[in-house]
């Protein structure tokens, strides 16, 4: 087995064990990884999330148990300081000795610290790895100004980190723009007129001559006589290889740094490799991490006897969003050497600017800029790596087309789209062909395609979606073999042609007889469009068994009851009849999570009866069952709490009441909370309603469950009359155009525009279908009937509650045992 | 477990010694099911109303051994008349009992007819 020794468990480090591991026999290796931090290989590109969300595990490029279980042997918190060419082996500060076949040197870099007066004090840090990031956060604590040395990329995601960290944030740039190696003056004027507007003070042009203070520094003093006075001072100035293994053992090091290699990596020694930052290929140190990655894959290829392949000078284009601004620079961006036609835009109102750089002969596409909307961007890249002929109208490239066809550009198949991990757009396509791949997450899985950066993912999409319809298949949403229309097809239908029956709608629109995805999903549109009662002429057969009995079928065969309790408020009185039916019936209580009490265990001969009694008592269906309204949560209010701004209680019982039983394509959870301490939790709902000083603040799209997610501001401080206006019109929109069983949230993700479109539909009505949405909502509000009601005084629905039709015996082989005092189903097949 | 399953055996209309008056048609919804009880046995009868055709099956879903076909929905696949279960929607061939979307055992399947109003499923004893 051939032993090998990588030193440094960074991104690249790592990369190089996951593709070992993947393109050869495991046998055939033996991995050791060094790493001198004390965490595995995480993210650094991420690294400014750790101040929002301070776990390492969140940016770990692999947990621990991943090294294990592909035998990697990961010594972590250990640093080489020896190797020993001669006798082929490594020591490390612990006195730990092992000997390598072939030596991978991925130690990376340092931050680069310019020899300035004082950076030794107290107060001053560099920002490159998790420590430095926590010495930071803790000395933050006691300090609220801070600056930033570097407006390059890192130094503006520190500047980043230092607004998270709620300080006065300062950036101090020597050069006379932002990013200078990415930027032109224009690009970073734009880039500048953003960042102030943020809060982040800019001062270019500053040569730093001194760190001021007695121990801790106070201040930081420039060659132009000026200073600044801030507690806190973060040294992002560039990066210096760390070469000096490489120096220790007589390999050649670069004059400015860095190990120096050949096209195939290897260094003086050709038993010895170095990948990364840590490497001089061709005088250029690489700086970001796909050339890295693109690095290892070259070594790999090397130890495993693959093609012949070599490290050719990388593209050196990067897109990413800095504080909330697009950025990206592509190509040659600033062809300062180059002869070339620029077209520019720009739109100082907007602070959006673009800028491509166009052959002398008007053919090709050199590179270029774009600051403040950066969409463009994989479309331009591609043109330029792949030397793509231009469109007539170049200028379309960055201004959209006026008028006509759009501009749409077909790239090759060697086009390579995803950078972080190599993939070609021939790589997808053949994925999808080879794999019968039917969605994009099956494609990122199988080609890694998007996993890295995902700054490529909009264009992966693209190229799935095009490979398919090459392939004949449709992209479109239908619903299943019987139907060859999406859910809102099937509704316009439905609406168009007034279909009230299902059999009718399958005759003309559709084929075959139906399944388990097309009638429940029928059942909901005919509901939530001429609302009669669910189990009315034969449509008890379209219904799912919940919609079917009015109840939620549980293990063993019986279901559970909740009566509706709008907005959690319940008089002592129906408690108590709550309590008595529980009883009477020996039913499982238990109270949920949305304000109100579920009755578990009732046999299905029991429903009517236990129904009976609740909506004698005052109760009507909770439609726990349904795709419907659920319950608007709430807080106690103004009525009560000391903090309470409005009554949250009385408007949740007015909205609950409002929508109950609306059928929707699923369940549907609200919220009103009294004040922004928010203990209705309203936030987390389909739509939660929050009292401000002024009125009402409305936030839709949320939800809990297996993919939380916050719900968004849709409208700010707004009385309740127009509160409901915009809920109607939301929910009904919803309504109308979401996919089978896509929750708001997931709905939202999905909507071209995202929450501004929605903003633009529900409260500016750009789409001029606002009173329709609030006419059909209105009809739905109006024809509101308790289905439960309906059964209970209805002999002939009620005749279908029972399990067998030719004996009055219940199901024989249901059983419960007890738990804590109440009943329990026995577990399946028990 | 097995003895539960076990119990259920399809039996082929040439087989039939005992058709079981079940119940009146109209206690069979349309597209739908309802269960009888038969020395035991628990059958679901199915009203396939839109193609005008009768099955039976055992009622047990042999997934989770719940008792629950006869509340499942209708539809086909392809040209096979086929149930969902309530519980995780396996579906059966309502011809063969086939499990259709897994490997579930089969589902044993009964003949029936109707006669004068009234619903028959056909038994080997």
């Known amino acids: 087995m051939e032993k090998i020794i990588v030193i440094g468990n960074g991104m690249v ?73 001669n006798n082929k082996t490594v020591t490390s500060h612990k006195g730990t000795q092992l000997p390598y076949d072939k030596l991978i040197l991925a130690t990376g870099s340092s931050a680069f610290v310019p020899p300035i007066k004082g950076v030794e004090k107290e107060g001053v840090f560099v920002y490159r790895t998790i420590e430095d990031l926590d010495a930071i956060i803790e000395y933050s604590k006691k300090t609220k100004k801070a600056a930033v040395m570097g407006g390059g990329l890192l ?12 300080q006065e944030t300062h950036v101090i740039e020597f050069a006379p723009r932002l990013m200078p190696r990415q930027l032109d003056n224009a690009g970073s004027d734009a880039l500048l007129t953003k960042m102030q507007e943020l809060g982040i003070k800019l001062h270019l042009n500053k040569n730093t001559r001194n760190i001021a203070g007695e121990g801790q520094m106070t201040g930081m003093e420039f060659a132009d006589d000026s200073n600044l006075d801030v507690e806190m001072l973060v040294i992002s100035a560039g990066i210096k290889p760390r070469d000096e293994l490489a120096t220790q053992c007589g390999l050649a090091v670069g004059q400015r740094g860095g190990i120096v290699v050949n096209d195939l990596l290897q260094t003086d020694d050709t038993d010895i490799f170095a990948i990364g930052e840590c490497a001089l290929h061709k005088n250029f140190i690489y700086g970001l991490v796909a050339p890295g990655y693109e690095m290892a894959d070259v070594v790999v290829n090397q130890l495993i006897g693959g093609e012949e392949k070599s ?50 002969d008007g053919k090709r596409l050199l590179g270029g800029i774009l600051v403040g909307e950066a969409e463009a961007y994989n479309m331009l890249l591609q043109v330029t790596l792949n030397g793509m002929a231009l469109p007539p109208n170049p200028e379309d490239l960055i201004l959209g087309s006026r008028g006509g066809e759009e501009t749409k550009m077909e790239l090759p198949d060697s086009a390579q789209v995803c950078s972080c991990e190599n993939v070609t757009k021939g790589d997808i396509c053949q994925a999808v062909i080879d794999n019968e791949l039917e969605d994009i997450e ?85 509901a939530s469009t001429w609302n009669e009662m669910i189990l009315d002429k034969g449509k008890d057969s379209l219904q799912d068994t919940n919609d079917k009995y009015l109840a939620n079928i549980q293990k063993g065969g019986s279901y559970s009851v909740v009566p509706r309790i709008p907005g959690g408020e319940i008089t002592p009185d129906k408690l108590i009849v709550i309590g008595q039916v529980a009883k009477k019936y020996d039913l499982y209580t238990k109270v949920t999570g949305g304000q109100r009490i579920d009755l578990f265990g009732a046999q299905i001969h ?52 409002r929508y109950r039983g609306l059928r929707s394509p699923h369940k549907l959870k609200g919220g009103v909370s009294g004040c922004r301490r928010e203990c209705a939790e309203a936030q987390s709902k389909d739509f939660g309603i929050i009292a401000t000083e002024e009125g009402w603040n409305l936030y839709v799209c949320g939800n809990g469950g297996s993919n939380p997610q916050h719900a968004q501001l849709l409208a700010g401080d707004i009385d309740s009359e127009t509160c409901l206006k915009y809920i109607d019109r939301f929910l009904m929109f919803y309504i109308k155009t979401a996919e089978p069983l896509n929750r708001t949230a ?63 015996i219940p199901d024989p082989t249901m059983k419960f045992e007890d738990m804590r005092g109440q009943k329990k189903p026995v577990e399946w097949g028990a | 477990m097995t003895e539960v399953t076990a119990e259920y055996k399809t039996v082929k209309s040439e087989e039939v010694k005992v058709w079981h008056k079940a119940a009146s048609v109209d206690a069979f919804p349309t597209d739908g099911g309802a269960a009888i009880e038969y020395k035991g046995l628990q059958v679901a009868i199915f009203n396939f109303s839109r193609r005008g055709e009768w099955y039976a099956s055992q009622n047990l879903c042999p997934h989770k051994k719940q008792m629950i076909l006869s509340r499942g929905m209708l539809g086909s696949e392809g040209q096979e008349p086929k149930v969902a279960c309530p519980f995780h929607k396996k579906t059966f061939s309502l011809k063969t009992g086939v499990n259709l979307n897994g490997s579930e055992c089969d589902l044993a399947t009964y003949p029936v007819k109707v006669e004068e109003g009234y619903v028959y499923v056909g038994f080997s004893q």
């Open chain 1, 746 to 808: 997931t709905w939202l993700n999905k909507l071209d525009g995202g929450l501004d479109y929605l903003i633009d539909v529900v409260v500016n009505d750009s789409l001029g279908i606002a009173a329709d949405l609030e006419k059909e909502m209105e009809f739905m509000v109006d024809t509101y009937k308790c289905e439960w009601k309906e059964v209970v005084n209805n002999p002939e629905l009620r005749k279908r509650f029972t399990h067998f039709v030719n004996t009055e």
């Open chain 1, 155 to 166: 130094g503006l995601e520190a500047a980043k980190a230092m607004m998270d960290l709620k």
């Open chain 1, 442 to 526: 099956q494609v990122k899985t199988c080609t890694k395609a998007g996993t890295g950066c995902g700054a490529c993912n909009p264009i992966v999409k693209d190229i799935f979606n095009e490979q398919l319809a090459k392939m004949g298949k449709t992209v479109k949403n239908v619903i299943c073999e019987h139907f060859d229309y999406s859910r809102q097809e099937i509704l316009d239908i439905i609406k168009i042609k007034k279909i009230q029956d299902y059999n009718q709608l399958l005759n003309d629109h559709g084929t075959g007889d139906g399944c388990e995805t097309c009638r429940p999903l029928v059942a909901s549109l005919l």
């Open chain 1, 13 to 85: 480090g790592y990369k190089f064990c996951e593709k070992l591991r993947a393109k050869a026999d495991k046998n055939k290796f033996e991995i050791t990884v060094f790493g001198e931090e004390p965490h595995a290989a995480y993210d650094r590109v991420h690294l400014s999330e750790y101040f929002t969300n301070p776990s390492v595990s969140h940016l770990e490029m692999a947990p621990r148990s991943w090294y294990e279980e592909n035998d990697i042997n990961l010594i972590s918190g250990e640093m080489i300081n020896a190797i020993d060419r």
């Open chain 1, 311 to 360: 490290f050719k000078s990388y593209d050196m284009s990067t897109k990413l969003k800095l504080i909330g601004v697009d950025v990206a620079s592509f190509g040659n961006a600033l062809c300062e050497n180059e002869d070339h036609k620029p077209i520019v835009f720009e739109d100082k109102h907007t602070g959006i600017y673009k800028r491509i750089n166009i052959s002398e």
């Open chain 1, 606 to 657: 029991q429903l009517p009866d236990i129904w009976e009694e609740l909506i004698n008592a005052g109760f009507e269906s909770g439609h726990a069952y349904g795709k419907s309204l659920r319950t608007v949560k709430s807080c106690v209010g103004s009525t009560w709490c000391r903090y309470g701004l409005h009554d949250s209680v009385s408007f949740s019982i007015e909205v609950e009441e």
